[in-house]
Each structure stands twice: as C-alpha cells, then as structure tokens.
C-alpha cells in the first residue's frame, strides 16, 4: 500500500494498462488528473469535439487492440461522447470512457453541467463502474480497463469530480487479461464432423478472427479444406485479399463472387461473426444465404451463437483457437470429402472472382433511371470509377476509414487489404461522421501507416472541424471527401419511394479544398479520373512530412443501391390534403 492522492491512483492504474494517449477536450472537472499526465507519460490529445475524442479512442483501440482512452468535463462534455460510444460498441472496440460527473456532496440539486451520467451509457457500455469512494479509485479504474477487454466493448469510468482530491492507501492492481480456449469438445468434435462431411464448405471470416490474431489460423484451415473464404460485412481486412480462396466481402455493394459461392455451401463455418443482420440481406438481387446449409458458428459470445441465423453447431470460443482445434481434429480423420472435389471448386472459385472483377471493370457508371439522367451533362466523376482509381492507388500498408453514405458504401466492393487492423468502417451503428475522426485516432495508434478516410460530403460537414486537430497535434492523415452535393444515401430513398421530392437532401457547399487550406491543412480538389490516383498517392506521402490532406473528389449525382430497401415502403395517405404525397 501507498499513500496517494486519488488522482495519482487513477493516473497510476492508467499507466499499469500501458495507456500512453488519452483524448479529450480539457475541463475543471478532471484537471487534478490531467496535471499530471505528462509526468506519468501520457499524452492528452485534445480535440475540437468530444464526439471526434470517443471516435479517436475508437479508432486506436481498432488499429492496436489496445485500449482507447477517452476523457471530457461532467455533463455537455460527457453526453458528446455518447453517438460516438454507440459506434464503438458495435465495432467491439475496448473503448474506456473517462466520465468525471458532479460532485457527489452537490449531486442531485441541479446545479452546474449535471445530469445522470449512468442511465445513458447503460445499453452502450459493457461494463460501467463508479467510483463510489475515492479510495476505490484505482480498483475500479482497473476493473473498466479488464472489462473493455474482456467483454470486447467500450465501459465507462463514472467518477464524481470532488474524489479526485483526498488521501488513500492503495495498491494499482495488476492488468488481469483473460486466457481464451477453443471452446468445448463436443461442440469442436460436431464441428469438425460437419466440416469432414461437407462437400462445398465455405468460411464466413469475422471482426472475431482479426480481435484474435486468427488470420493465420484461419488461412491455414481455409488451405487445408480448399474451401472459399468471404469477410463478413464491413470485415474486409479479415482475409487476405491476395490470397487465392479469398473471394471477398459479404453483405451491402458486397462481392457478387463471394455471395454466388456461399449460396452453394452445404456447411457454412462462419468464425469469429455474430452474423449481423444487416450484414447478410440479399444484395445484387441475390438471396446468397444458403437456406439449406448447415451452419457452424464461432464466438467468444456465447449470447451471439444462434442468435441471427439458426445453426447446428455452435462453438463458444476464440477464434483463433478454435480454428486450430477443428484443424487438428480435421487431420485426424480419415476421408475429408471436400478434397474430393477440390480442382473443380477451385475452377469455380477462380472463374467466379474473375467474373466479378471484369464486372467491376466494366460498370463505369450506375444505370437506373435517375443515375443515367443526373449524370448525362455532368462533367463530374461516375463514383464507381473513381473507387477503382483510388483502390487501385491505395498503398500496401494503408488504414482506411469509411463512413456511412452511399459512395462510401459503394466503396465496399473496391477495398481489399491484405493485413489485419486496416479496415475501420461505421460498422452496424452506421453514424455519419464516423470515419474522419477515427483515422485519426488509428494514426495516432499507428503513425507509420499510411492513414485514409472516405467520407461524403454530408457527413463531412459534421466531422471537418477535427482538421484543427490534425494541424494543431501534428497528427497527419488524408480524407478523401465524395463531393456529390447531397445527402445521397437517403435522397436514394426518395428516388425510389417518394416520387423524386427531395425534401433535405440537396447540399450547398464551399470548396471543401479552401477550407482545409484555411484550417491549416492542405486542399486539393480532384476533378477528374487521371488525377484520383495521383493525388491519393502524393497525400498519402505528405503524411511522412506531417501533413494533412483533404483531397476534395468532384462526383456526379448518381446513386447506387440503397441501404434499406427492406426497411421502407411505399406512402400510403389517407388526410386529403396528403393524397398526391404517394
Ligand atoms: C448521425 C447520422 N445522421 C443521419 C444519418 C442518416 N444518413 C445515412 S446516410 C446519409 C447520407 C450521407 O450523405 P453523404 O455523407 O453526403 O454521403 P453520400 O450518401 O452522398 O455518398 C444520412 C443523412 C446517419 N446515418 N447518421
Ligand atoms: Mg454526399
């Protein structure tokens, strides 16, 4: 036992979790703390808004598989992180969200920046301590960083502003990470049966096998069985894409090869994915879900097995662990019937990938009705050409960041990686203003790679001003911003259901280019095809000089798919005066 002030405790159990960065935006409510985060070797980050500080937090956490730590001023500080703790729970990001709240001798008389800081964070967090006596600092400091790691999700770290100060006895407890298993025998041994028997399997590769390590173990299974592997949806960086029985990404503007071949699976290992809903709906006009394949799940959440998709196995394990279990087990029996069969699914997986590809070659441009109109005298780019410029560009060891749009989504089918930890999409939260701030918390994590964000204007607007950040912490990545003039993504609804009224869709905007130059950055506006790649790759560069780089891309205002065609349907009005609104 030591003495210390509680504000060294917390600072102390910080630096036991290996914490080296924290984001934030400064405030009187935690500054005993903060004073002493240069002398313990942390770095605060501040931010232009709490928001980007959680989404920073986010994104370094998604890059290192470390914490991401942030930190903000009781009450507005504290209620800006909550859009952004939403998104990191559903990207499983081991977020610890620093919550400093009223002081607890006034709590309750509705005095300065109060409200109750618990009750909103509740269905966001894994896990929420609160610090209920200062000497308990540093217990439930640690117990938020063991959680957010073991439950693979953001906690919050309640703490009311007056216990910081006073005097303690106490020792800064140990880091307790938690040692993950394959999963059961049974289950490994019915998994491992069903894989022996199948004559068409394929793998389903999740966030789970990347948060493990897995890619390895996964790539050795898929070897071993021949069998086609496709990321789940927005898990792009979850197999190599070079390598040859990666068939690329599931879900919305997914791969039309990977869909074709899974639809023909009669076992489905879907390894490390809670199968998310959204992430497996028809898409190309493909109903791709093998109805009648057998379907083994694995995941270190015992409440995802099931829960989307029925199954016949399901495996409560690690997924890297469990890849090498059911591997083991596979070389120990004695027929294995897709080796059977193995040259002509591979002919099948070659021919399928490189009729996609062609395909994506060719489709310059969207071809419904309102796409072919708008983009007729449109001297701007046709999205998709553009994404195929840029992927082509994209360098080796690139983090890219995508926001949620309809360009962005679009993008879906022209990012591949092939390593781990490079993808960072809004995943199932689907908040616009995702993806800015959080490439700049991955670059922060990881400053040697090269750092992108894709981004619509819309979205852009709500997420540009962390530009200052950039300039001011010297922390440099690229946008890249789909100057479209629209919310595109619900204008597409309105396309589609609601007879072409546009009713806030439309956008007016500044040359995004001038006003990244004005905040300090660089500004470049791109306006045509040859100068996507060159420009992509000259920014990127700029990043080893510590500069950032909005590259401002002119679009046309066609639209692909839509998100939600299942969500929607068409206008129905009774009130006469609403009669034409159909
Ligand atoms: C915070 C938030 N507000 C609203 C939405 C609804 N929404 C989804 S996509 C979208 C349009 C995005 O427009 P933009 O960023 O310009 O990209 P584009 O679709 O034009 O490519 C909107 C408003 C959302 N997902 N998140
Ligand atoms: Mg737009």
Not at 284 to 313: C, F, T
């Given at each position: 036992m030591a003495l210390m002030t509680p504000s060294e405790a917390f600072v102390e159990t910080l630096v036991a979790n290996g914490v080296t960065d924290v984001f934030g935006i400064v405030g009187s409510a935690y500054m005993d703390a903060l004073d002493i985060f240069p002398a313990a070797g942390i770095r605060f980050i501040p931010t232009v808004h709490e928001q980007g500080a959680a989404h920073m937090a986010d994104g370094y956490a998604r890059v290192s598989g470390r914490h991401g730590v942030c930190i903000a001023q009781n009450g507005p500080g504290i209620t800006n992180f909550v859009t952004a703790i939403a998104a990191a729970y559903w990207a499983h990001s081991p977020v610890v969200?620093?919550?400093?709240?009223?002081?607890?001798?006034?709590?309750?008389?509705?005095?300065?920046?109060?409200?109750?800081?618990?009750?909103?964070?509740?269905?966001?967090?894994?896990?929420?301590?609160?610090?209920?006596?200062?000497?308990?600092?540093?217990?439930?400091?640690?117990?938020?960083?063991?959680?957010?790691?073991?439950?693979?999700?953001?906690?919050?770290?309640?703490?009311?502003?007056?216990?910081?100060?006073?005097?303690?006895?106490?020792?800064?407890?140990?880091?307790?990470?938690?040692?993950?298993?394959?999963?059961?025998?049974?289950?490994?041994?019915?998994?491992?049966?069903?894989?022996?028997?199948?004559?068409?399997?394929?793998?389903?590769?999740?966030?789970?096998?990347?948060?493990?390590?897995?890619?390895?173990?996964?790539?050795?299974?898929?070897?071993?069985?021949?069998?086609?592997?496709?990321?789940?949806?927005?898990?792009?960086?979850?197999?190599?894409?070079?390598?040859?029985?990666?068939?690329?990404?599931?879900?919305?503007?997914?791969?039309?090869?990977?869909?074709?071949?899974?639809?023909?699976?009669?076992?489905?290992?879907?390894?490390?994915?809670?199968?998310?809903?959204?992430?497996?709906?028809?898409?190309?006009?493909?109903?791709?879900?093998?109805?009648?394949?057998?379907?083994?799940?694995?995941?270190?959440?015992?409440?995802?097995?099931?829960?989307?998709?029925?199954?016949?196995?399901?495996?409560?394990?690690?997924?890297?662990a469990a890849a090498g279990a059911i591997l083991e087990r596979l070389k120990t029996r004695e027929r294995i019937a897709a080796l059977q069969n193995k040259d002509q699914r591979a002919a099948q997986i070659k021919r399928q990938k490189e009729t996609w590809e062609a395909e994506l070659d060719a489709w310059a441009q969207e071809t419904d009705a309102w796409s072919k109109e708008v983009s007729a005298d449109d001297p701007n780019m046709h999205p998709r050409q553009m994404l195929r410029e840029l992927e082509k560009a994209m360098p080796e060891d690139a983090m890219v960041s995508t926001d949620i749009g309809n360009i962005c989504s679009v993008s879906n089918s022209y990012l591949r990686f092939n390593k781990p930890n490079s993808f960072f999409a809004a995943m199932s939260f689907g908040n616009c203003g995702y993806a800015f701030p959080t490439i700049i918390g991955a670059k922060v994590a990881a400053p040697e790679r090269p750092a992108v964000a894709y981004v619509g204007d819309g979205a852009w607007g709500m997420s540009l001003g962390e530009i200052l950040t950039c300039v001011r912490e010297k922390i440099p990545v690229t946008a890249v911003v789909f100057h479209n003039r629209q919310w595109g993504a619900e204008k597409k609804n309105q396309v589609d259901f609601y007879s072409r009224r546009f009713e806030g869709v439309n956008l007016e905007n500044p040359s995004f280019a001038e006003v990244a130059r004005s905040m300090g950055a660089q500004g470049v506006t791109v306006a045509s095809l040859d100068e996507v790649g060159p420009a992509l790759r000259q920014a990127c560069d700029e990043q080893k000089n510590g500069k950032t780089t909005v590259l401002e891309v002119m679009c046309t205002r066609e639209l692909g798919d839509p998100f939600r065609r299942d969500a929607l349907s068409t206008p129905v009005r009774h009130l006469e005066k609403y009669k034409s609104y159909v």
């Open positions: 969200a620093i919550t400093p709240e009223t002081g607890s001798n006034t709590i309750g008389l509705g005095g300065f920046q109060e409200t109750e800081q618990l009750p909103i964070f509740s269905k966001i967090t894994k896990y929420q301590g609160h610090v209920n006596l200062p000497s308990r600092m540093a217990e439930l400091t640690a117990r938020c960083f063991d959680m957010a790691m073991a439950e693979r999700g953001p906690t919050q770290l309640n703490i009311p502003r007056n216990y910081f100060y006073g005097d303690i006895d106490v020792d800064i407890p140990p880091p307790r990470r938690v040692d993950r298993g394959a999963g059961g025998d049974e289950s490994l041994d019915d998994a491992a049966r069903l894989l022996a028997e199948s004559e068409f399997p394929v793998i389903v590769s999740g966030g789970g096998v990347i948060m493990s390590n897995g890619i390895e173990a996964c790539v050795e299974l898929a070897e071993y069985l021949n069998a086609p592997v496709v990321n789940s949806y927005l898990h792009n960086d979850s197999f190599p894409a070079n390598h040859p029985l990666w068939c690329g990404p599931l879900g919305y503007q997914g791969s039309k090869a990977g869909m074709k071949l899974i639809s023909q699976a009669d076992v489905v290992l879907a390894l490390g994915t809670r199968l998310g809903p959204f992430g497996t709906l028809p898409q190309h006009g493909l109903e791709y879900w093998p109805q009648n394949a057998r379907i083994i799940q694995v995941d270190s959440d015992h409440r995802m097995l099931g829960l989307v998709k029925q199954i016949s196995v399901g495996v409560c394990g690690d997924a890297r």
